[in-house]
């Protein structure tokens, strides 16, 4: 291998290395931007990495924390040889390479290390690194056996090509393994790596031969001995990554890989004594990434396979979506007794795709060649119909290939599917997906039959909580190709020999029929879906199972008449309640009921102290990240790093270990917490997981050492004893205690490894009758499983608890059966109390009897540990002092800015008062001077006033004398008249001249005597009657001269009466309001 040459084709990348599938490989990036290398400076500073591009045209990238120059320097460092002695007198490792058997001189160079500090007469140290490469025919040996090994399980992916060198690194370290559920994240990687190497006490020296094909097999071999300690084939391995530079892990590497089927993921970390080695190591296992070696032998035959190595096993399942009318696609439900598929006529439709292979090596899917679908089956291609493809691509986990593609039902060819199918029958539908696999030579079909009912629009559909699909298990048979039979310039490896369905497989072992090809189409029906997965030793993943939210209407309209009782009164629970919750909560009403029952329908001020604990840091923050990958695997909405649903248990969590400052964040909560999340918001899921915390006694069993979780065990243990003798003396004679088996369940309520349905029905009944639920549970498991425990030994009794048990209940009617067990059976809370009691006695009679200096032990580690708990809360408040100390000279700084400023302004009010003062007493005095103005000319005004009443009184007086002597003189004067008058036609000669009218009469002729007489009569009565009217006139004028003066003095009243109304009006009110607003500005400014 021409190590300068690899190195000239490096640029910018980052530092892990990473596959999708055992072919192509990504780049976990840490920088924004990728720089290509011509554009490199080559400055030290910068972090860089590398990219390789293989001749294939498949890149892949590995890292060094430096300029390109400088880790060319590097690689040049530690491939060549040094010419001279060394300067440390230590001795390197070292690089051998043979090639074929030939042990002959190596090639040596002399190359300077990286330029230091150093002052340039000092010799620049040399690393010398001699790297053994096994032989041909040792590197096919070692396949060969590794692959006998293999085939006997899971068949051979491929057989290697044994002229292919491999390099063998001596002087590393090996740290350790854990278990990881990212496989692919440099993230989780590197933290693992960290802790890997901080618990490492006995490290391991090994030495680690790294192939240089994609066929070969990582090894890990004795250094004495040079015996194969653990083997790993390159196809399992899925990443590799680097520590960072400037960290402790700087000298360290690790890789990952997939154990028991892909369903476990391990993480090997390694660590270097060179650390300029690992750059290398990381080049090595890019170099075996490649597809295939550079220079196959063509003399070498391929191994014979057995029987079973050429066959590949896929898992393909089928989705259908149909449009929810909100723009999204809801997966539709499937009818549990006939197995099919309810579709509503009219929606648009999407159809999904997911192939996942499940055995053997793995192979490359390129692309989907077409997503067919066609009513009926047994159908003819030709009268398939071709999908619009929406997309096609890789799952987020890199298990399965997703194909989407739109389906219009409206479409002519698609009525038969498009039209309401009766209700007591269904029909068939076939959908087809052709695969361009790289490794194979043509497209691969995958045929589905399914069932498929098409509803009523007014049916009413109760959708289920997670989607439900079909999947059919397909066996593909290959036959490796010759070099000779391949087509120039191909990749393919295989051609197709067979495709068969399992359905197809159980037909023809009970019919005997001949094996069909299945690269044509398959014809058998489908098998119903939803069956149990097969038995295994691999325990149930977290999350498992379907919850329906089908429910009878019957059972719907008890709880909704129950719920709008309930909601008149909540602070009282029904009396039905108890015995509904026993049977199980509808799913479609779990979040309301729950949050009921938790007594959360009030918890508005807990929601807005919920979205306050986020935004603040956890110190538990790095725990509750490594949780959110483990919890629910099983289940769509958890099992995206990085998507919704880890994002809202995450904040759960951690509002939760800020929020309970005593406990914090305890392994185990997140599955509750997950459970919760499944039917309500998050808010609304934090407030009851506070209450199952607090109020049910959960965070209890997490306080003083587990002390309390000590007690469950040994209420449990006296139960069994009681309840369950033969188990409980079997579990005595074993050696098997309560804590180990019983601790998920009391810590997590049963919600971490038991399927869905069940633990859904347990905290059903948690909520309705508190904690001791799990005693009733607990009690039931071991009950209907004791006739298996009974006959295992300690081993085989906790791997049943650990795989068979939860796996049991993945059948809803054992659920039910469990569940119904657990609810009959009858446990006093007298019962717990007294077997409580005798714990506390008997941990006081082991306290009393144990030694003195194991006391004082003990003792001492729980002040050790009180102590440094304190001592971390004494930095936590020592920091959180020093910051509120910075705080507080800030804040005081900017109160004496303020002070300063507030004494120049009230030394101005100071003196605006003083002016407002003397003002104010100028005011006064004005004041004063004006009330004793208005007081003398109120008192003139009233004189005044009286005066003119005295007036007013009299002249009013004065015009009634006159008014009387008026109508006297008047009532005296018509007397006389009317005297006058009587006299006068009382006379004879008088009444000849007057008429009745008293006027008088004209005479034509008379006696002179009697003229002369009335002549004078007459005269006499003129000069009466002219007096009279003079009288009568005087009489008026001194009438008419008194009306007169009446209206001047009215007159002069009014005009008085003005003057004083008008002077109360203006000069006095003006005054008085001046003055009310002068004295009123004085007292605001004083206050």
């Excluded at 002695?85 to 190359?111: F, I, M, N, V």
């Excluded at 090994?206 to 250094?223: A, H």
Aim: glycine content about 6%.
């Amino acid at each position: 291998m021409d190590d300068k040459a690899s190195v000239g084709k490096i640029s910018v990348s980052s530092d892990s290395v990473s596959t999708i599938n055992s072919e192509d490989f990504v780049l976990v990036s840490r920088l924004g931007d990728e720089t290509p290398s011509s554009t490199n400076n080559g400055s030290d500073d910068e972090k860089t990495g590398l990219k390789v591009i293989s001749e294939e045209g498949v890149s892949f990238k590995i890292v060094g924390n430096g300029s390109e120059q400088q880790l060319q320097r590097e690689l040049e460092d530690v491939l060549m040889e040094p010419s001279g002695a060394e300067q440390g007198g230590g001795s390197g490792p070292r690089l051998d390479q043979e090639a074929g058997g030939d042990h002959g001189d190596h090639p040596t160079t002399t190359a300077p290390s990286e330029p230091s500090s150093d002052p340039p007469s000092t010799p620049p140290l040399k690393v010398e690194m001699v790297l053994p490469v096994q032989t041909a025919q040792e590197s096919e040996l070692n396949e060969r056996s590794y692959r006998g090994e293999e085939s006997s399980s899971e068949g051979s992916p491929g057989t290697p090509i044994p002229d292919e060198d491999s390099v063998v690194f001596s002087q590393l370290t090996y740290l350790g393994c854990a278990s990881v559920n990212a496989p692919r994240s440099e993230v989780e990687a590197l933290r693992m790596m960290t802790t890997l190497r901080g618990l490492c006490q006995l490290p391991i020296d090994v030495t680690l031969s790294v192939p240089g094909v994609s066929e070969g097999t990582v090894r890990l071999l004795d250094p004495q001995t040079g015996t194969e300690i653990a083997s790993y084939p390159i196809y399992k391995i899925l990443f590799c990554v680097r520590g960072h530079d400037g960290t402790d892990e700087s000298d360290c590497f690790a890789f990952t890989e997939s154990h028991h089927n892909a369903e476990i993921f391990r993480i090997h970390v390694f660590r270097c004594q060179i650390q300029e080695a690992v750059s290398r190591i990381l080049y090595s296992f890019a170099t075996a990434f490649r597809r295939s070696a550079k220079k196959p032998a063509l003399s070498s035959q391929a191994p014979p396979l057995t029987p079973d190595s050429d066959v590949f096993t896929f898992t393909v399942s089928l989705e259908i979506k149909e449009d929810d009318g909100k723009g999204t696609f809801s997966a539709v439900s499937k009818d549990k007794d006939r197995q099919s598929f309810k579709l509503r006529p009219g929606m648009d439709k999407k159809i999904v795709i997911y192939v996942q292979q499940t055995s053997n090596k793995e192979l490359a899917i390129e692309r989907c060649f077409g997503l067919l679908l066609s009513p009926g089956k047994n159908v003819k291609n030709s009268d398939m119909h071709l999908l619009d493809l929406e997309s096609m691509g890789k799952s987020s986990d890199g298990k399965s290939y997703i194909i989407t593609g739109s389906w219009n039902p409206k479409t002519p060819q698609f009525q038969a599917v498009n039209e309401e199918t009766p209700k007591d029958k269904f029909m068939y539908m076939t959908t087809a997906v052709d695969l361009v696999i790289t490794e194979v030579e043509e497209p691969v079909r995958f045929l589905l039959e399914t069932r498929v009912r098409v509803c009523s629009p007014s049916e009413r559909l109760y959708w289920p909580f997670s989607k439900r699909s079909y999947t059919e298990t397909f066996y593909l048979k290959l036959r490796q190709m010759e070099r000779r039979e391949r087509k120039s310039g191909k990749d393919t490896l295989y051609e197709v020999l067979s495709l068969e369905s399992e359905a197809e497989r159980e037909r023809r072992k009970t019919t005997a029929s001949p094996l069909q090809s299945a690269s044509h189409g398959s014809g058998a029906p489908s098998p119903p879906e939803d069956e149990e997965e097969e038995d295994n030793d691999e325990p149930l993943l977290s999350g498992s199972g379907d919850v329906s939210k089908e429910c009878a209407e019957k059972i719907l309209e008890t709880w909704g008449d129950l719920l709008s009782k309930w909601h008149l009164n909540l602070s009282v629970r029904p009396k039905q309640l108890p015995g509904l919750v026993r049977s199980g909560v509808p799913e479609a009403l779990r979040g309301e009921v729950w949050q009921l029952l938790a007594g959360c329908h009030n918890n508005d001020h807990q929601v807005e102290e919920y979205r306050t604990l986020i935004t603040k840091e956890s110190p538990q923050d790095s725990a509750i990240t490594r949780d959110i990958n483990r919890t629910f695997p099983a289940h769509d909405y958890f099992k995206d790093t990085g998507g919704d649903g880890q994002d809202s248990l995450y904040k759960i969590c951690k509002a939760y270990s800020v929020y309970d400052e005593e406990i914090g964040y305890c392994q185990g909560q997140s599955f509750l917490a997950a459970v919760l999340l499944l039917h309500m918001p998050e808010e609304q899921a934090f407030s009851v997981l506070v209450k199952i915390m607090f109020d049910y006694g959960l965070r209890d069993l997490f306080k003083q050492n587990f002390e309390d979780l000590h007690c469950k065990f040994f209420q449990l243990e006296r139960l069994m004893q009681e309840y369950i003798p033969d188990l409980y003396n079997h579990f005595l004679n074993v050696g098997l205690e309560a804590h180990m088996y019983a601790s998920q369940w009391f810590l997590t309520l049963f919600t971490a490894k038991f399927p869905l349905y069940m633990v859904f029905h347990i905290i059903d009944l948690l909520l309705c009758e508190g904690i001791s639920v799990i005693f009733n549970v607990a009690l039931a498991l071991l009950r209907t499983s004791k006739d298996d425990l009974i006959q295992t030994d300690f081993e085989g009794a906790l791997k049943y608890f650990r795989v068979p048990v939860p796996k049991r209940y993945r059948s809803e009617e054992n659920a039910k059966k469990l569940m119904e067990l657990a609810c009959g059976m009858k446990i006093s809370q007298k019962k717990l109390k007294k077997y409580e009691k005798e714990y506390h006695t008997m941990r006081e009679q082991q306290e009393q009897q144990e030694p003195p200096i194991e006391r004082y032990e003990r003792e001492n580690r729980r002040l050790q540990e009180a102590n440094m708990r304190l001592e971390q809360e004494n930095d936590d408040l020592a920091h959180e002092l020093v910051s509120s100390k910075i705080a507080l000279r800030k804040d005081l700084d900017n109160a004496e800015e303020k002070s300063d400023a507030l004494n120049k302004e009230l030394l101005m009010t100071k003196q605006k008062l003083v002016e407002a003062e003397d003002e104010k007493r100028r005011l006064e005095e004005e004041s004063a001077q004006l009330k004793e103005m208005c007081r003398r000319e109120l008192d003139k005004s009233e004189s005044e006033i009286k005066k003119n009443g005295s007036i007013i009184g009299e002249y009013k007086q004065v015009c009634a004398v006159l008014g009387e002597r008026l109508e006297k003189q008047q009532t005296a004067n018509k007397a006389e008249l009317e005297k006058i008058r009587l006299k006068v036609e009382g006379c004879e000669k008088c009444s000849s001249l007057f008429n009745k009218e008293g006027r008088v009469k004209a005479v034509s002729s008379a006696a002179p005597g009697s003229e002369e007489e009335a002549d004078e009569e007459k005269e006499e009565l003129k000069s009466q009657l002219r007096e009279m009217e003079l009288e009568l006139a005087q009489t008026k004028l001194q009438l008419v001269e008194a009306e007169c003066k009446i209206q001047d003095l009215e007159h002069h009243l009014g005009l008085a009466l003005n003057e004083v109304q008008a002077a109360k009006k203006t000069w006095f009110n003006r005054t008085l309001s001046s003055i009310k607003t002068v004295t009123g500005a004085q007292g605001k400014e004083t206050t």
